[in-house]
Nanobody
């Protein structure tokens, strides 16, 4: 059974940084595009970033552009989300998702259980 496991979340002060990691078992992450989505209480789910199979193509939501960087290491079967200059509005449960097609549009095929990011002083 393929599984995704996110890690790296935590409590950080505004302006701080975190690096989220996504590890997969029974699944090659370069099988598809990989995205990070977040869900905050009372807010709509938001896809914050997406990376192509090769890693050459990346996308970011306007809300995180310039602050977040997605990357992947296919040799290690890992995907990362480096988050900098964090703001309280970045507080959410962050999920790693895998899409079978050639984009992060539509329904994901796999999703982890999430890692909580809390930005607060």
């Amino acid at each position: 059974q393929p599984q995704l496991v996110e890690s790296g979340g935590g409590l950080v002060q505004p302006g701080g940084s975190l690096r989220l990691s996504c590890a997969a078992s029974e699944l090659r992450l370069d099988y598809g595009y990989v995205g990070w989505i977040r869900q905050a209480p009372g807010k709509e789910r938001e896809r914050v970033s997406c990376i192509s199979r090769s890693g050459f193509s990346t996308e970011y939501a306007d809300s995180v552009k310039g602050r977040f960087t997605i990357s992947r290491d296919n040799a290690k079967n890992m995907v990362y989300l480096q988050m900098s200059t964090l703001k309280p509005e970045d507080t959410a449960l962050y999920y790693c998702t895998v899409y079978p097609g050639d984009s992060c549009e539509g329904l994901f095929e796999y999703r982890g259980r999430g890692t909580q990011v809390t930005v607060s002083s």
